[in-house]
């Protein structure tokens, strides 16, 4: 089948939730169910039609196949410039819209039992087909214009979603909060934005990607773009120092949670990483490596002392979120780690969903979030608990489940380049580091959540599994978190989604749709193949060759993933389970370190005191230089302009008035004098005439004489 034949398909994507935000914001709570029925179903028909174009994709027999949608949107200032919008899916937006709109229409099934009766019901439901229409569209953008579009939506979206119980003067906060961290990143991703459309005249990937490779976009200004693009993936993606949003976005509904961390908001960066992989530099890809190792060890350690059920999840999202830009970094130099740092963010989706719709399960039969008050539920809720055991062995790292053959594929990769460049070997450390603390964290919450006695007897009693179409979603994401039926049979996601190169892109992106298979047979290569340092060649000519290097970093990342993973189980069951070491004297004995991971490094604190403090300082003094000098300039302005008013009405009373009454009253006055020569008496007018006469007479002869 033709690719051409999907384009009504590939249009309806995210078209119809942006149809079903409208139908359920106008008419929501006239239609029966309030819609919800509406908004599933919408989501079921897009989940179908992304699995149809996910198909026709994948099953084509060329290696790369990729279709392409532009439509001419208009001119920049008649400038010869036009904006066209158009849709890209090729082997990463196809995978992407599967997973985008599976999760999303089983986080709209689930919704239906955990937000029955609430009093905002169509406002969430709307607010869900948003949110859904801008992740899709996201993802099939063809360009960063209508990307940076969708990205703000979801934004907006967020803000929301995180506020929706906006009663609540935390709930408030944190989407006030996560509004404001993200605008610091999407401003440098406009600034970055800007920069690639002043050079490069157009904003499509095509576009750009040829503009790197002719070297009309180079030198510091592509390092700048890159950078500056990396810097809105942090605040999406949570990375740090812009992470500190994210836990508190918990404070929306269990279900919002779940389509956040899952498969919207916070892999729209990792996902703008990967789409503009050609842009980046080796500069750009180290930055992104050691801010992604960095915050995969930094949220971890968090995740070990958190008490909330749903801040254990939220700290862990950030650490695999680290794991991806990992991936993606290393994969500048390391011919495996774009690819691990794509499939990751696929596997995380439903195994990080099916973990906060199972969180959002346990609080709906508890109503409460703290583990400290849960205990003994996998008896009371044995769904709920296999399918949360599940999705913990897939996020800790235990085969068959897929976060092992994703995470330890970028841990081998993390190794791999330490191997090569042993300066960087704090990246493996990094990534080895923080699979111990997941597994510890993950397991610790499951033995507190799940094993013991209760510690709240009443909650416990009244605990309940949840309805069906709450479990349903929980099974089937539980389902998808093993490697095999995830996907990971035939290894098709890494020979169809190889490392981007600057040396392939004609084929991938020029005038052809179609990359024959021979293009791939020596196996993916790093995208800055061509610029890899003599370093690299060096290592590949002594006594460890590339492929052996591989195989050894390999099997290295196996041993260590395993042995992690072990070491966080056994030390979680020797606290929670057996008891032979006590959390309260561990927390007293390291008094320090406990407050410090308890409160999260004092990150929130720091920008508090050094940014936050400040800038309201700063907001008080601007507002009493407005009061005072301001308003004091406008006042006095006003009232010298009253008092110039009552001078002028002075004179004009005074002077003006007084000249024009006078004149008037000086020809009254003259008017009635003179009236007094009018006596009636025409004796005395011919008296007046002849002296008159006589006057003309003689004045006449006078001028005469002379």
Known sequence: MELASLRPHVLLIPSLPIVGFALVSLFGRRLPRKGDWLATGIMGVVLGLSLYVFYHVFRQAAVHASLRLVVPWFDLSGGGRAMPIGALVDNLSAVMIVVVSTVSFLVHLYSIGYMHGDAKYVRFFAALQLFSAAMLGLVLSDNLFTLYISWEIMGFCSYLLIGHYFEKPSAANACLKAFMTTRIGDVLMFVGILIIFWKVGSLRFSDIFEAVRNGTLAGSWQLWAGLLLFGGAMGKSAQFPLHVWLPDAMEGPTPVSALIHAATMVAAGVYLMARSYLLLTPETFLVIAYIGGFTAIFAATIGVVMDDIKKVLAYSTVSQL?????????????????????????????????????????????????????????????????????????????????????????????????????????????????????????????????????????????????????????????????????????????????????????????????????????????????????????????????????????????????????????????????????????AARFAFLYRLLWNKYYVDEFYALVVIRPFLALCRTVARFDLRVIDGIVNFTGLFTRFLAWLVGIHDRVVVDGLVNGVADAVAAGGKNLSRLQTGRVGAYLAGLTVGVVLIAGFMFWMIGR
């Open 322 to 586: 680290g794991y991806m830009m990992l991936g993606l970094g290393v994969g500048g130099f390391v011919a495996t780690g774009y690819t691990a740092g794509v499939y990751h963010l696929t596997t995380h989706a439903f195994f990080k969903a099916c973990l906060f719709l199972g969180s959002g399960s346990v609080i709906h039969a508890l109503h409460s979030q703290s583990l400290s008050e849960m205990g003994g539920l996998r008896k009371k809720m044995p769904i709920t608990f296999v399918t949360f055991l599940v999705a913990t062995l897939a996020l800790t790292g235990l085969p068959p489940f897929s976060g092992f053959y994703t995470k330890d594929s970028i841990i081998a990769a993390a190794i791999e380049l330490g191997l090569k460049e042993p300066k960087h070997a704090l990246l493996p450390l990094f990534a080895v580091m923080a699979a111990f603390f997941t597994a510890f964290y993950m397991f610790r919450l499951i033995f507190l959540a799940f094993f013991g006695t209760p510690r709240n007897h009443h909650a416990f009693e009244h605990a309940h599994e949840s309805p069906w179409v709450m479990t349903v979603p929980l099974m089937l994401l539980a389902v998808l978190s093993i490697y095999p039926v995830g996907g990971g049979a035939g290894n098709w996601f890494w020979s169809r989604n190889p490392t981007p190169s600057i040396e392939s892109f004609a084929e991938h992106y020029g005038p052809s749709t179609i990359v024959s298979k021979e293009a791939m047979e020596h196996g993916p290569q790093p995208a800055f193949a061509s610029t890899l340092t003599t370093w690299q060649k060096e290592e590949a000519a002594g006594d460890m060759h590339e492929e052996h290097l591989a195989h050894q970093a390999h099997q290295y990342a196996v041993a260590a993933s395993l042995g992690v993973f072990a070491l966080g189980v056994l030390l979680a069951w020797l606290v929670y389970i057996r008891r032979w070491i006590d959390p309260a004297r561990v």
